[in-house]
């Protein structure tokens, strides 16, 4: 779950909430009151928490971060193979100039082990 969103202006609801967002998709329904062209779309699976609530559960079991400023890992520039059917004629390519090993032991069907 992650902490999307807070509303502290007492103006659509009558105390301090906070949206969080789950993971599991579309689990649940839309708030009765979510006025669109103050929040925008609604996040699915997101629900509104009170003050308390939220306090009580997330701040003071102390199941909370914060992150801001984080400088990671650098990105990777990865290749690009363009659409599906690009990638599929390249990786067929390459595994055409694959040479296979010699039949083990010589005279049989089978693979030398590797």
């Known amino acids: 779950m992650a902490t999307v969103g807070y509303d502290d202006t007492r103006e659509v609801y009558p105390e301090c909430v906070f949206l969080v967002a789950n993971s599991w998709g579309r689990w649940n329904e839309p708030p009765k009151v979510w006025p ?3 929040y925008g779309p609604w996040p699915e699976g997101s629900f ?6 939220y306090e009580q559960h997330f701040v ?4 909370i971060f914060t992150y801001c400023d984080i400088k ?21 390519a390459q595994l055409r ?3 296979m090993p010699p039949a083990w032991p010589p005279g049989s069907d089978q693979s030398r082990p590797v």
């Open 72 to 92: 990671g890992v650098p990105q990777k520039k990865l290749p690009d193979y363009g659409n599906p059917q690009d990638a599929a004629r390249w990786l067929k």
């Open 60 to 63: 003071g079991s102390r199941s």
């Open 97 to 99: 100039d694959l040479r």
């Open 48 to 53: 509104w928490l009170a003050e308390d609530v």
């Open 36 to 38: 669109e062209d103050r």
